[in-house]
C-alpha cells in the first residue's frame, strides 16, 4: 500500500508543481512519461486480494521461486496458475491469522534442522544438498514455511469438520487394502505374508523427471540427483503419491497420482519388468534409466484374474482380485503387569522414595509378602485396590523407558525401580500372549487413511470457497 500512496504522491507533485529554473531548459528538462512509464513498470499493481496488493515485482521473484505446485490448480482452468497461486497463500495467510495460527522462524528452523538430522547432515550440508539437486536454500525454507501453515490449517481448522461412520468406513475397506500404501508396523508388531501371490497383472505408480532434447552431461547429472532426492525422500516415508503430483512430469502425475494403469506383466516396459518382478505391493524401485529419463516405480498391486473395478477416493479405476481382499495378519505380544507406584514431592524426595521401594523389593523377593499385598498396603495408584494389576498392556502404549524394562523382564520377575517424572514404579510381569489384531488393527489404519483423504478433499474445498467469496482484481489478466 505504501508503494501505491508513493506513486500517486509523485505523480501529483510533478504534474501540481512544475521544476523551473536551472530544470526549465532543453537540455535538464525532465521527461515526466519516461518516469511514469518506469515507476509503473517497477511497481504496477497487477492484482489485489481483499486490502492486499501484489505487484509486478512481487510476481516475477514468486515465479522465479516457485517450487512447489498447489494441487488445488491441478484441474483449473486458468490464464495464469502462478498468479492464482500467490492469490491463494495471500487468503491463506489471512485465514490462518483469524485462527491465530502462527508459524515463526525458530519452528521453521527446528524442522529444517530435524530433517537435515535425519538425513545426518548439518544445516550448512543440507543447504549444499539441496543447492546440488538445484533447490534454493531460500526457496525451500518458504515452501516449508507455508507448507507449516498448511498443516495446521488442515489441523484446527478443517480436522473437526471431519466426521467418518462405521459405514463410510466399512465402504472404504476394500479401497484401502487395495491400496495402495502397505502400512508401516510399528515396534512390537509383526507382519506374517501370504506366500502365494500372482505376478500376471500388475498396477503401478511412477515418478518420471524428463531429460529434455539437447541435454548436457551436466544438465543429466542434476537430474539424476534430482531423481535420487526423491527417492531418499519416499525412502524417508514420505507419501510417493504427493511426490509424484508435485514433482513428475509425466501426464498420469497431476490427475491419477502417479498411477499409470494395469496391464500383464509382458505389456510393461523392459526396464519396469526388471525390477517389477522383485517388488512386493507398497515397495519402489530405485531410480530407473530411460532413453526419455528417470523413473522410480511403485507396485500398487498384482493379482492374477481382474474380478472387480472400484472406484477409489482419488477418482482412479482401479482393479483387485477376491484374495486380494483378505488383510495381512498382524499379530502382537500384550504383557500382563502390576505394578507399584510412589509418588515425589517436596516432603518425601526421590532420593527417599527410592531407597522405599528398593526396601519393598527386597521383601518381596525375599518371599515374606506377595508383589500384591505390597501394592495394596503402599502403591499410590488407582490400581493399589486390585493388587497393583493395571492389565493387559499393548506395545506402544506406555513410555518407551517403561516398556523398555518391561519387556526385559521375564515372567514374574520383578523391575528395579523406574523413575517416571514424579512417579517411581516397580513392575511385575504375570504373564504374556500373543493376539492377532489384524481386523482392528488395518480397521484403524483404513480410518486414518480415509481421514486424511478427507481432511485433503475438504481442505481444497475450503479454498475453493475463500477463492470464489474474496474480492480479487486480477488486472494481469483483466479477471475478476
Known amino acids: 500500500m505504501f508503494r501505491q500512496y508513493l506513486f500517486f504522491f509523485l505523480h501529483s507533485f510533478f504534474i501540481l508543481f512544475p521544476i523551473k529554473n536551472a530544470y526549465s531548459t532543453e537540455k535538464n528538462k525532465i521527461d515526466l512519461n519516461h518516469l511514469d512509464s518506469n ?72 524442522v529444517m534442522h530435524e530433517i537435515a538430522k535425519s538425513n545426518k547432515f548439518t544445516i550448512d550440508q543440507f543447504r549444499n ?10 526457496q525451500y525454507r518458504e515452501s516449508l514455511y507455508k507448507e507449516l501453515i498448511r498443516n495446521q490449517i488442515k489441523e484446527y481448522i478443517i480436522g473437526p469438520m471431519v466426521s467418518i461412520t462405521d459405514i463410510e468406513l466399512d465402504n472404504f475397506l476394500p479401497t484401502y487394502n487395495l491400496n495402495l500404501i502397505k ?41 539424476y540427483k534430482k531423481g535420487q532426492f526423491l527417492l531418499n525422500e519416499i525412502r524417508k516415508g514420505e507419501d510417493f503419491h504427493k511426490l509424484a503430483m ?58 492374477s484374474k481382474i474380478k472387480k473395478s472400484l472406484k477409489n477416493s482419488i477418482g482412479t479405476t482401479l482393479y483387485f482380485s477376491e484374495k486380494s481382499m483378505t488383510y495381512d495378519p498382524v499379530f502382537i505380544t500384550k504383557t500382563h503387569v502390576s505394578d507399584i507406584v510412589i509418588k515425589t514431592d517436596i516432603t518425601k524426595g526421590k532420593e527417599f522414595a527410592v531407597q522405599y521401594l528398593n526396601l519393598i523389593r527386597s521383601r518381596i523377593k525375599s518371599g515374606l509378602v506377595t508383589f500384591e499385598n505390597m501394592a495394596k498396603q503402599f502403591s499410590q495408584d ?17 513410555p518407551i523407558n517403561f516398556e523398555n524394562i518391561m519387556n526385559s523382564l521375564k ?21 504374556r500372549k500373543v493376539e492377532d489384531i489384524s481386523v482392528d488393527y488395518h480397521r484403524d489404519k483404513a480410518y486414518q487413511k480415509l481421514k486424511e483423504n478427507l ?26
Not at 494395469?262 to 512386493?280: A, M
Not at 485396590?385 to 492389565?391: E, L, T, V, Y
Not at 475450503?462 to 483483466?478: D, Q
Request: glycine share 6%.
Open 39 to 110: 515507476l509503473k513498470s517497477v511497481d504496477r499493481i497487477i492484482a489485489t486480494v481483499n486490502n492486499k496488493i501484489i505487484t509486478s515485482s512481487e510476481y516475477e521473484d514468486f515465479r522465479k521461486k516457485r517450487l512447489y505446485k498447489n494441487s488445488f490448480l491441478n484441474n483449473a482452468d486458468l490464464n495464469d496458475p502462478c498468479l492464482e497461486e500467490m492469490i491463494l497463500d495471500i487468503l491463506e495467510q489471512e485465514e490462518a491469522k483469524k485462527f491465530g495460527i502462527y508459524i515463526d522462524e525458530n519452528q521453521v528452523y527446528n
Open 129 to 138: 544438498e539441496l543447492e546440488k539437486i538445484g533447490i534454493n536454500f531460500n
Open 183 to 223: 502400512p508401516d508396523y510399528p515396534s512390537g508388531y509383526t507382519s506374517i505374508m501370504f506366500s502365494e501371490k500372482s505376478n500376471q497383472f500388475y498396477t503401478i505408480a511412477q515418478i518420471f523427471i524428463k531429460i529434455p532434447e539437447n541435454s548436457s552431461q551436466l544438465d543429466e547429472e542434476l537430474l
Open 246 to 303: 508435485s514433482f513428475s512430469e509425466g501426464d498420469e502425475a497431476l490427475n491419477n497420482q502417479g498411477i499409470i494403469g494395469t496391464k500383464l506383466l509382458e505389456h510393461w516396459p523392459d526396464l519396469f519388468i526388471q525390477s517389477l518382478i522383485h517388488l512386493k505391493t507398497g515397495q519402489t524401485s530405485g531410480l530407473l534409466k530411460s532413453k526419455n529419463g528417470f523413473h522410480i516405480i511403485k507396485l500398487i498391486n498384482s493379482f
Open 382 to 398: 488407582f490400581s493399589a485396590s486390585n493388587g497393583g494389576d493395571i492389565g493387559w498392556i499393548n506395545p506402544g502404549k506406555m
Open 411 to 431: 515372567i514374574g520377575e520383578i523391575s528395579s525401580v523406574i523413575s517416571l517424572d514424579t512417579r517411581l514404579h516397580l513392575i511385575q510381569v504375570k504373564e
Open 455 to 480: 481432511i485433503e478433499f475438504y481442505f481444497h474445498e475450503w479454498l475453493k470457497s475463500l477463492r470464489e467469496t474474496a474480492f480479487v482484481n486480477n488486472y494481469l489478466n483483466n479477471r475478476i
